[in-house]
């Protein structure tokens, strides 16, 4: 039953928010045939072990399952789109209050050394018909093609992979969300540094823009009732590789 404007007390508000931050369920699936994967950020600087102080331990874990979705996308017709991190143009494509905040604040340590030439992980190397849109700031949406290229895939739901959860894969689920497409989040194909931060943001996602799921629910959904056609999309061009030793 409703309860009547005037009297809803602290508790109620507590109480309502705890269950729709830890088991609320977006009214969002996975539409075969109206679907893409972003596969954001897993490039070298972000995956590879030991070579940047922005390594993610989790994202290097996380590497085969996010391959096993990517796969099955593939293996269904659908869409595979990588989102990926690049600094190029002297640094003039980058918004310059990333350098003033805590995490980007030794980006200029490396000038010339790393975000300036693409390097996918080589576990997730794209195939011929994935796509790789360069974004230059946490969000893949912003001052990019992709939604552009979404919308000509004719997607009406993303389902949102890589690295950082609670930076660039948060911030394109909340972009995502806000130009109207559904947002699948998978918490097992989503890392960050911080455990902590990982369900906080997971919490927030899912009360607000997302629905939360796991790779295996992913793999299920896609696969189920597949029109098994091939999705319009250029071939892969060739990029950089770097040693991934």
């Known amino acids: 039953m409703t309860k009547p404007l005037g009297s809803f007390s602290a508790a109620d508000i507590t109480a309502a928010a705890a269950q729709q931050y830890s088991a609320g369920e977006a009214d969002m699936r996975v539409v075969p045939g109206r679907t893409a994967l972003l596969i954001v950020d897993m490039i070298d600087e972000f995956v590879r072990p030991h070579w940047t102080p922005y390594w993610i331990p989790d ?10 979705v990517a796969d099955a996308f593939r293996a269904a017709g659908a869409p595979v789109i990588y989102l990926a991190y690049e600094i190029g143009m002297r640094g003039l494509n980058f918004p310059l209050t990333e350098t003033r905040v805590p995490i980007g604040s030794g980006v200029t340590d490396y000038e010339g050394e790393i975000l300036e030439e693409v390097a996918i992980w080589h576990e997730l190397r794209p195939k011929d018909g994935d796509l790789v849109i360069l974004k230059h700031s946490y969000s893949g949406f912003h001052q ?22 609670n930076f660039c894969c948060g911030a394109t689920a909340r972009e995502a969300f806000w130009r109207g497409f559904d947002v699948i989040f998978a918490a097992d194909c989503n890392s960050t540094d911080d455990e902590r931060l990982q369900e906080a943001e ?7 823009f997302a629905k939360i799921v796991t790779a295996a629910e992913i793999i299920a ?17 060739g990029l950089p590789e770097k040693e991934t030793a």
Do not use: N, W, Y
Not at 59 to 68: G, N
Not at 154 to 159: E, I, L, M, P, Q
């Open 144 to 165: 990019t093609p992709l939604e552009g290229v979404l919308r000509s895939l004719g997607a009406s739901t993303v389902v949102i992979t890589g690295t950082m959860t």
């Open 59 to 68: 994202a290097t874990a996380q590497s085969p399952r996010i391959a096993a």
């Open 202 to 208: 997971l919490a927030t996602l899912r009360r607000g």
């Open 221 to 237: 959904a896609i696969g189920a009732d597949s029109p098994g056609t091939a999705h319009v999309a250029a071939p892969q061009q």
